[in-house]
């Protein structure tokens, strides 16, 4: 049997901000319900059904700490199939509505969205016990998937003030992680891709400027803190030159590598198609891997223009029944005039999702044969998506990623990698120096950072410098009671410094419901240390202020594991 080759390593990243309790419709608990609708049971669902067959997945799921607990949040578990029941009921009402009118059509598509809310809700309560992340730890522990960790509540962590604030969303990310998954996690998705290396650093602009002071390499904290690998953009890899090194190995947190150290001049070579470690100072740390985003395969899913996605015949998402909200059109062409939709018919579309999984196969195969085999080294290919694009944006996704993935299997040519198992078997030989960026438009801060979100970013360093001149004025709590007040503070910042606010204003996706969900955790953060310090210094504390206090600990019931000390500075 001829070599494969190269490997394949699909990336899904699960993120959904903190919304349970914070509005329902159209921005807040919803965006819960519909991930976990149209996306992590489909998912749980491909899983399945490739594992029935013999098939491993072998794909990579991130879920960020902030969407395992609220996952995890009882209050889901509560509200998650009346949520389904509204949506079959809605269909139920479509079913009628058509039927009266006499479009046996549309009445026979509102029949399947009936039938698919009934099957989610059998499987979330009956199958799954109300327990998704406990599916998903079952896959994980079975050897099917790897499960990747991220930032708490997916702060931007270049921007972020100081590196304690860091330590704390990586820290906080660490102890979700293992609450749930029962072991350490190994691979981290950098929000937003964002990288920032050891430099003296001072706020970017349009921010006020302050002295540079010398900052630590983001891949430095993520090393202390026991992990091995994360994704990168591909426009990250273009400045530098890599430099070839030795891998020394000892079991430390579990890590793949312990230390690793030059070993001769700068090589000229560099490509997507393999790991490299990170940073030019990786003998100060644990070394950690980066692993490079392939544009060529990435732009096939993920483009809604030229992309899969797009395809004439595929669910569009816009254009929507009221009322229920339920999708009966296709895309049918890239216009985006909604009155011209056609009728949507399932039966095209999944012939289309056979079409595209093929041409997905040929583009990876062709891809890996023209890849570099530096040192005869296996090439990979990193395709890294948002979860949700997969059943959510993307109606047909799930199926398209069940028949590409069994394709690939079965195809001796490629090899189906979780990213821990490929750097195991492919370790780097070579580090490599990143800029500073991200992957969002022009590669830099700009979508988070820029004259409209600067307010937000002067409310974080607000609350981020309040938070060290509180545990310098007393500590992390001299007993139970003061440890739940800064306890609260933290999380409260932590919930403020979530990337998602400055997205949804920028994008001018969510602008009012951004702006208010930051301005409320500014406001919480500043009174739960107002208390902090009061009753630190034996102040009486009222008892309408004790009953704030407990209603914000219910709405924002986050984080349980959360230590204080990971905050300071």
Same mark, same amino acid.
């Given at each position: ?23 329902? &419709? ?18 749980? &669902? ?14 990579? /799921? ?21 949520? /389904?029941?509204? $949506? ?9 509505? #058509? ?25 979330? =309560?009956? @199958? ?45 990310? *660490?102890?979700?992680?293992?609450? #749930? ?11 937003? =891709? ?14 006020? +400027? ?11 904290? /993520? ?14 890899? !273009?400045?530098?030159?890599? %430099? ?51 544009? +060529? ?8 223009? *030229? ?19 339920? $999708? ?24 289309? *999702? ?46 398209? /990623? *069940? ?14 990698? +979780? =990213? ?44 981020? @410098?309040? %938070?060290?001149?509180? #545990? ?17 503070? =933290? ?11 400055? #997205? ?34 034996? !102040? ?7 009953? &704030? ?12 594991? %959360? ?7």
């Amino acid at each position: 049997m001829s070599e494969p080759v190269g490997a394949i390593c699909i990336v899904l990243h699960g993120h959904i901000p903190y919304v349970l309790g914070h509005s329902t &419709w159209p921005h807040g608990s919803n965006m819960i319900f519909e991930a976990a609708a149209d996306t992590y049971i489909p998912l749980l &669902w491909a899983l399945e059904e490739l594992a029935a067959e013999g098939l491993p997945a072998n794909i990579t /799921l991130g879920l960020t700490p902030v969407t395992m607990e609220q996952l995890a949040d009882e209050r889901f578990a509560e509200w998650f199939p009346g949520y /389904l029941d509204t $949506r079959r009921w809605q269909a139920e009402q479509n079913i009628a509505e #058509f039927q009266h009118r006499g479009d046996g059509h549309l009445a026979w598509l509102a029949q399947r969205w009936e039938e698919h809310y009934r099957a989610l809700h059998h499987s979330f =309560c009956e @199958r799954y016990s109300r327990n998704l992340l406990y599916q998903f730890r079952q896959h994980q522990d079975a050897g099917r998937l790897e499960i990747m960790s991220s930032a708490a509540t997916h702060g931007y962590l270049p921007l972020l003030h100081d590196d304690a604030n860091i330590r704390g969303q990586i820290e906080q990310g *660490v102890a979700t992680y293992e609450q #749930f998954m029962g072991r350490r996690p190994r691979g981290f998705w950098l929000p937003e =891709c964002a990288y920032r290396p050891r430099a003296n650093w001072a706020p970017p602009p349009p921010l006020p +400027q302050e002295l540079p002071r010398w900052r630590k390499g983001l891949e430095e904290i /993520l090393g202390t803190s026991g992990y091995d690998y994360f994704i990168v953009d591909s426009h990250m890899l !273009e400045p530098h030159a890599p %430099l070839p090194v030795q891998t020394a190995h000892h079991d430390s947190l579990g890590k793949l590598w312990s230390h690793i150290y030059r070993s001769g001049d700068p090589l000229g070579a560099k490509t997507v198609y393999r790991p490299y470690f990170i940073g030019h100072h990786f003998e100060d740390h644990p070394p950690v891997a980066g692993l490079f985003r392939d544009p +060529q395969t990435s732009q096939k899913v993920w483009s809604g223009d *030229v992309g899969y996605p797009g395809d004439a015949n595929y669910l569009d998402f816009h254009k929507k029944h009221m009322p229920g909200d339920h $999708r009966y059109w296709r895309v049918t062409d890239g216009s985006g005039d909604l009155g011209s939709k056609q009728p949507y018919h399932p039966e095209w579309a999944m012939e289309r *999702v056979s079409i595209h999984a093929g041409n997905f196969l040929w583009t990876v195969k062709e891809t890996l044969r023209h890849a570099p085999r530096p040192d005869g080294r296996l090439p990979v290919v990193l395709s890294p998506f948002d979860a949700e694009l997969f059943g959510h944006w993307w109606h047909e996704g799930p199926r398209w /990623l *069940v028949t590409a993935l069994r394709w690939m299997h079965h195809d001796p040519d490629l090899k189906v990698m +979780q =990213c821990r198992d490929y750097l195991r078997e492919e370790e780097p030989t070579a580090a490599i120096a990143l800029p500073e960026g991200s992957w969002g438009a022009g590669g830099g801060h700009w979508v988070w950072l820029n004259e409209n979100t600067r307010w937000t970013w002067e409310r974080v360093y607000d609350a981020e @410098r309040n %938070l060290q001149a509180l #545990f310098r004025d007393h500590g992390f709590g001299h007993d139970d009671t003061a440890h739940r007040l800064i306890s609260q503070a =933290c999380r409260e910042l932590l919930l403020l410094e979530a990337s998602d606010w400055q #997205f949804l204003m920028t994008t001018g996706a969510a602008v009012d419901y951004a702006t208010h969900r930051l301005h409320g955790h500014h406001s919480d953060f500043a009174r739960c240390a107002d208390l902090a310090r009061r009753y630190g210094r034996g !102040e009486e504390i009222s008892r309408e202020e004790w009953a &704030w206090f407990g209603d914000l600990c219910s709405r924002d019931r986050i984080f349980g594991s %959360l230590n204080p000390r990971w905050f300071a500075g």
